[in-house]
């Protein structure tokens, strides 16, 4: 099966500038995360979506970050205006709904964001 | 509250001898653990996992753990050290309930390992 796809896979912006990346999960799996793995650390999470859903954003800084999942399959995360901490690896993953790999994410290959 | 404290931010091996990561857990109720590989530009691979079941677990490319109640660990062991396991390891906990926060990953801040041909 295909894997969770991403892009852009790299994007270098200046500070306050917008900036978007984009999530396609495995076909089937209800649940999508949005993480950040800034260098030297492991990843943190943004936000879980379930279906089109909103399960948890307690840890996305709402005041610049947001993010989507229209018709429940595709998601976009959004950055504006962004500061120089947010130079980081953006990752999202998917969760399928059940059976004896519940507990596993499939994890996307980034977008890796620098902001100068 | 759950979280993981991976005990070394960097270990080197020499090829063919044996690999230890360590990994200890907080968890307020039985978790389930992982190890998740990251190689240079790619993305996040599962290892292994425990979820309740046999205390050692066998994972891909001859790793396998051992979750210890009592001792809130679970370090990830290979008899034999390949170049190609260079790369950075993470232990991860995770609370399986259902609702809001439901199978969410807590990560360690990895531990990078290098192999010495």
């Known amino acids: 099966e295909a894997g969770v796809a991403q892009s852009p896979r790299y994007k270098i912006i200046e500070k306050r500038q917008s900036v978007a990346f984009w999530c396609n999960p495995i076909s089937g799996h209800a649940t999508l995360y949005w993480y950040q793995q800034i260098l030297g650390q492991g990843p943190k999470l943004l936000i879980q979506f379930q279906n089109n859903g909103v399960v948890d954003d307690s840890q996305l800084p709402k005041d610049r970050f947001s993010a989507e999942r229209l018709k429940g399959v595709d998601s976009t995360l959004k950055i504006q205006p962004a500061k120089l901490e947010d130079s980081a690896v953006y990752l999202c993953?998917?969760?399928?709904?059940?059976?004896?790999?519940?507990?596993?994410?499939?994890f996307g290959p980034g977008t890796r964001l620098t902001v100068t | 509250a759950q979280s993981v404290t991976q005990l070394d931010s960097h270990v080197s091996v020499s090829e063919g001898t044996p690999v230890l990561l360590r990994c200890n857990y907080s968890?307020?109720?039985?978790?389930?653990l992982f190890w998740y590989v990251q190689h240079p530009n790619k993305g996040l691979q599962l290892l292994l996992k425990y979820t309740s079941a046999a205390t050692l677990v066998k994972g891909i490319n001859g790793f396998e753990a051992e979750f210890k109640k009592s001792e809130t660990s679970f370090h990830l062991t290979k008899p034999s050290a390949h170049m190609s396991d260079a790369a950075e390891y993470f232990c991860v906990v995770s609370l399986s309930y259902s609702g809001a926060g439901s199978y969410q990953l807590t990560f360690g801040k990895g531990t990078k390992l290098s192999v010495i041909p």
């Open positions: 993953a998917s969760r399928g709904r059940g059976g004896p790999n519940i507990y596993e994410q499939y």
């Open positions: 968890s307020s109720y039985s978790p389930s």
